[in-house]
């Protein structure tokens, strides 16, 4: 079993919260999509877009995970571009949000 990943967000964004994991959801089909054709430039600007968007609500594990695909996309890591996709699929099965 998974562990849990603790999200602490602002209590006003909870109305927002729903969609933009949604967001996240269709973020990852794009990821999934790039890797399977090998599109590294797609994977760097999905990262890119991941971590932007997850600091804007406050995502701080999420932005990470962002961070670092941008990071290996940009490097040419295509393998390691993998990994931190099955990463992102994980955290979405185990975040919990807690409102504050």
Do not use: P, W
């Amino acid at each position: 079993m998974a562990d849990i990943i603790i999200e602490k967000i602002e209590r006003d964004l909870e109305g927002l919260v729903s969609a933009f994991m949604e967001n996240t959801l269709e973020e990852i089909a794009v990821l999934e999509k790039a890797m399977a054709e090998a599109d590294l430039q797609t994977a760097y600007r999905m990262g890119h877009n991941i971590k932007g968007s997850a600091l804007n609500y406050g995502f701080l594990h999420l932005a990470e995970i962002g961070r670092a695909i941008e990071i290996a996309a940009g490097a040419g890591e295509l393998r390691q571009v993998q990994q931190l996709l099955d990463q992102l699929r994980n955290y979405v099965r185990c975040v919990e949000i807690v409102f504050k």
